[in-house]
């Protein structure tokens, strides 16, 4: 139930001093934490005792616990013991009521008045919650370089959020760091960003980060001031962004899309069907329901939905009036992929390279792991076209940028990682911190290059499935190379050890390699590639029957 790192920007200051030896920190700010499911949502400091007031928010009936060993640790290295809890019971599992919300109290002992900062620490497991760098002594934001970028904004309709998390763009908070954690205080936010060059970022309430599900506001930092607005969760309209040349340009390039195509109009016409459950038929509308009903039984609902996207390609799955809607969609896609690319053309700015580099991360992200419509979508971006005027135009006019960099990787995958195309070699440290070169490992051999994570449970199905197959064709020239997705090594040791993996694994931290985007897999926990004796590659995600007869083949 636990997990998530995040990083920090020093910020804003407000306490409120309410006499000698007194002090009340609304949203204090962090520097690290590992949950994002517990927040403390204000701290008071008196002579006689330190109140976190703490608040969990997460899916109804989940339970966590407050252990007491829990202390706030100084960065004078000083402990400051747990003494007593109000609204739960210290060691108990907590179960969450319909809501899913539940805030209390813990009382410390009196913090030094000479501490600037204390750590949050339940232990020392992964599990235990960890929040670094509680500040108790903020300073105001200002902006200090002509670069800088100052984010201030206000917050609608979210009443029991109290933190925002800036990350990079379609960045995977599972194993990237966030830019910073940015308190909401009284429906309002501010920071000041040190960043660098402009380009797009997301902001995300930790809350709907905790649950995988969000709803991320999209703008571009430059120097100057942004203004945001974030609209509430049930809104049909955008966060408003004011402020800066490229996210004028973003939103007026937005505002001629939504003008020509309204595809606002089409959005409330699907949803039109689905309050009126006229999306699925009655066959997929009842395993849509069971599928949720057994959300944590793995095995039974992997069952259902390979059930589910049976009927889909069956033709059983939606509705006539829901097939119309579809079809519809698909023309009006069709459509405005066309006018984007031109527009990118016709328009060249900095905005107009995001949108390039963004339609060729969606041809990245969804070629290998995507569901039918997704993949009609792909096909409608003509690739050739956006590399040409990446070249012609973009490149040049943007020599420096990441975007360059990153779009040139994207292009050489595009061109790689498919059957008949070459792996793409890397060098990534083992277990024990040693670089290995994957091309060094798997020269003369048939191979399979598994790319996992701990987290990932059918990534790990998988795996274990290949584990016959490796015992039986080892000694013929067959191997396996497996690369953990991790944010640190034990929890990659744990899982290859609890897994049994006979072969040897290496550990991609925090993405330092960018293998997974590299492998078009950047948006999953991994992806398997079966490659010949001289690099082509045979097979993407091949199950361990079609591994074997393979392998039947060329080995024996």
């Known amino acids: 139930m636990k997990g998530k790192s995040l990083l920090f920007g020093l910020c804003l200051c407000l306490w409120t001093s309410l006499g000698w030896g007194q002090r009340v920190i609304e949203v204090p700010w962090y520097e690290t934490t590992n949950t994002y499911m517990f927040d403390i949502i204000k701290m008071e400091l008196t002579d006689e005792a330190t109140v976190i007031t703490g608040q969990v928010k997460y899916f109804p009936n989940e339970w966590f616990r407050v252990v007491g060993r829990t ?70 934001q200002k902006l200090e370089k002509e670069s800088d970028c100052l984010i201030r904004g206000k917050v609608l309709g979210h009443p029991s959020s109290y933190r925002l998390v800036l990350m990079g763009y379609e960045d995977d908070d599972r194993i990237q760091e966030p830019y910073a954690i940015i308190p909401v205080r009284n429906g309002k936010f501010e920071y000041v960003c040190q960043l660098g060059e402009s380009k797009m970022y997301w902001l995300v309430f930790t809350d709907e980060l905790a649950k995988s599900s969000y709803r991320p506001v999209s703008f571009f930092i430059e120097p ?121 053309g016709e328009h060249p700015s900095l905005t107009t390279y995001f949108l390039l580099m963004d339609d060729l991360r969606n041809l990245m992200t969804y070629r290998l792991h995507s569901f039918p419509e997704e993949l009609e979508v792909l096909s409608f971006k003509d690739l050739p076209r956006l590399e040409n005027m990446y070249y012609t135009i973009y490149k040049p006019m943007f020599p420096k940028h990441s975007y360059t960099e990153l779009i040139a990787t994207m292009l050489q995958s595009l061109k790689q990682i498919e059957v008949g195309g070459h792996y793409i070699d890397f060098t990534a440290p083992d277990f024990e911190g040693n670089p290995v070169t994957l091309s060094e490992q798997i020269k003369g051999k048939v191979a ?52 049994g993996y006979p072969w040897l694994n290496l550990v991609e931290l925090n993405d330092a390699g960018n293998i997974w985007f590299k492998y078009c897999v950047g948006n999953s926990g991994g992806g398997t590639f079966l490659v010949d004796r001289d690099g082509k590659i045979l097979a993407i995600g091949p199950s361990p029957e079609e591994v074997e007869r393979i392998l039947e083949k060329m080995l024996e």
């Open 224 to 344: 100057g001031e942004v203004e945001i607005t974030i609209q509430p969760e049930d809104a049909y309209t955008d966060s408003e962004i004011h402020g800066g040349e490229v996210n004028e340009q973003y939103r007026s390039y937005q505002r001629l899309k939504e003008d020509k195509f309204n595809f606002k109009a089409l959005y409330s016409a699907f949803d039109s069907l689905h309050n009126q459950n006229l999306s699925f038929t009655p066959e997929a509308q009842k395993l849509s329901e069971l599928m949720s009903e057994n959300f944590k039984n793995r095995q039974k609902h992997d069952s259902l939905y390979a059930a589910f996207l049976q009927l889909e390609k069956d033709g059983k799955m939606y509705t006539p009036q829901m097939m119309a809607l579809n079809e519809k969609k698909r023309e009006l896609s069709k459509k405005e992929q066309k006018w984007k690319e031109d527009y990118i």
């Open 71 to 140: 202390v706030l640790r100084g960065e004078s290295g000083k402990e400051y013991k747990l003494l007593k809890a109000e609204g739960i019971e210290l060691n108990e599992q907590v179960f969450l009521p319909e809501s899913g919300q539940m805030t209390f109290q813990l009382y410390f002992e009196p913090v030094d008045a000479g501490e600037k900062k204390v750590d949050y620490v339940e232990g020392n497991h992964e599990t235990d919650w960890r929040i670094g760098g509680i500040v108790l002594d903020e300073k105001p």
């Open 448 to 499: 399979l290059i598994d790319l996992w994570a701990s987290w990932c449970g059918p990534c790990r199905r998988s795996a274990k499935s290949m584990i016959p197959v490796y015992e039986k064709y080892k000694s013929k020239g067959f191997t396996i190379v497996g690369v953990a997705r991790e944010k640190t090594v034990q929890t990659a040791k744990a899982a290859a050890l609890q897994d």
